[in-house]
């Protein structure tokens, strides 16, 4: 049997609700083991019953056709629905079961056992802000509303594509925070000066750098064979941006290698940024 031809596993991420807890923790897990060996499947709001007693068929109909006995990561609160799935013929490992005795245990009480908790509105005055911080960070994307950035927390500033907007809005979605972002041009690499909309906010910027060929590979998707995506161009841009960032002192990350996650985990380190929390 030829590797491609070699079976994977099935893994499952189940939930109550959306799956994107049991996502998280899981897919965490799993990188430290050979991913291309396993197949991933997120089976959200498995809340009765019913549901529990179908879901579990057809992951272990997967096992069958496989060979494999599948793996099924859990993050769901109803005893009856976990009763139903650990007495099927998987690998079952909830997280709740694995963590919820040690915390009643430690906190000497019992836990609500509520749905949803996880992802649940539990403080609108926080859903709200996130909301706002979100709107926030797309209508300052890429330089637009520059008369905004007093209200800027941080604002990103890079070439084009090394990654500006995804890092912004992942920190307004997660943290609630107000990230405005400035792409850099030919305009600030000829003069060496910092634009003049940013030259207020030196205190809150921040700028990002990418290895040229990831760069080129990054623009060649979107227009290929194009001066804008050619190797001599987008070295030019990332070593001109390298330079101005050196010489007006603003922190810099370097994004190649990094997740979205870890870019935003760094930038707020860096510049002292909380989670908006009420």
Same mark, same amino acid.
């Given at each position: 049997? *030829?590797?491609?031809?070699?079976?994977?596993?099935?893994?499952?991420?189940?939930?109550?609700? #959306?799956?994107?807890?049991?996502? #998280?923790?899981?897919? *965490?897990?799993?990188?430290?083991?050979? $991913?291309?060996?396993?197949?991933?499947? *997120?089976?959200?709001?498995?809340?009765?019953?019913?549901?529990?007693?179908?879901?579990?068929?057809?992951? $272990?109909?997967?096992?069958?056709?496989?060979?494999?006995?599948?793996?099924?990561?859990?993050?769901?609160?109803?005893?009856?629905?976990?009763?139903?799935?650990?007495?099927?013929?998987?690998?079952?490992?909830?997280?709740?079961?694995?963590?919820?005795?040690?915390?009643?245990?430690?906190?000497?009480?019992?836990?609500?056992?509520?749905?949803?908790?996880?992802?649940?509105?539990?403080?609108?005055?926080?859903?709200?802000?996130?909301?706002?911080?979100?709107?926030?960070?797309?209508?300052?994307?890429?330089?637009?509303?520059?008369?905004?950035?007093?209200?800027?927390?941080?604002?990103?500033?890079?070439?084009?594509?090394?990654?500006? #907007?995804?890092?912004?809005?992942?920190?307004?979605?997660?943290?609630?925070?107000?990230?405005?972002?400035?792409?850099? #041009?030919?305009?600030?690499?000829?003069?060496?000066?910092?634009?003049?909309? =940013?030259?207020?906010?030196?205190?809150? =910027?921040?700028?990002?750098?990418?290895?040229?060929?990831?760069?080129?590979?990054?623009?060649? $998707?979107?227009?290929?064979?194009?001066?804008?995506?050619?190797?001599?161009?987008?070295?030019?841009? =990332?070593?001109?941006? $390298?330079?101005?960032?050196?010489?007006?002192?603003?922190?810099?990350?370097?994004?190649?290698?990094?997740?979205?996650?870890?870019?935003?985990?760094?930038?707020?380190?860096?510049?002292?940024?909380?989670?908006?929390?009420?």
């Amino acid at each position: 049997m *030829t590797e491609s031809e070699k079976p994977q596993r099935a893994i499952f991420f189940l939930s109550d609700r #959306t799956g994107i807890t049991a996502e #998280t923790l899981g897919s *965490t897990l799993l990188t430290q083991f050979d $991913e291309s060996e396993l197949r991933q499947s *997120t089976l959200p709001f498995v809340n009765t019953a019913d549901k529990a007693r179908s879901t579990l068929a057809y992951i $272990e109909h997967t096992g069958r056709a496989s060979g494999l006995t599948p793996i099924v990561f859990s993050t769901t609160v109803s005893d009856e629905v976990r009763a139903v799935l650990r007495a099927g013929n998987i690998v079952f490992l909830d997280l709740f079961d694995m963590f919820l005795p040690s915390l009643e245990s430690a906190l000497d009480t019992k836990s609500t056992h509520r749905v949803g908790q996880a992802h649940g509105i539990a403080n609108q005055d926080i859903y709200d802000s996130r909301i706002d911080a979100m709107n926030f960070a797309l209508n300052h994307d890429d330089g637009v509303n520059e008369q905004g950035y007093e209200r800027a927390e941080v604002i990103l500033v890079a070439p084009s594509r090394v990654g500006k #907007t995804p890092v912004c809005i992942y920190m307004a979605m997660q943290y609630g925070i107000y990230a405005a972002n400035y792409p850099l #041009t030919e305009d600030e690499f000829d003069s060496g000066q910092l634009p003049r909309a =940013l030259k207020p906010h030196r205190d809150k =910027l921040y700028g990002l750098y990418i290895d040229p060929k990831r760069l080129h590979h990054i623009r060649s $998707e979107r227009r290929k064979g194009s001066q804008y995506a050619a190797i001599p161009q987008v070295s030019y841009e =990332l070593r001109q941006a $390298e330079q101005l960032y050196k010489k007006h002192r603003v922190p810099y990350a370097e994004t190649t290698h990094k997740s979205i996650e870890e870019l935003a985990t760094l930038i707020m380190q860096d510049k002292n940024l909380r989670r908006r929390s009420f």
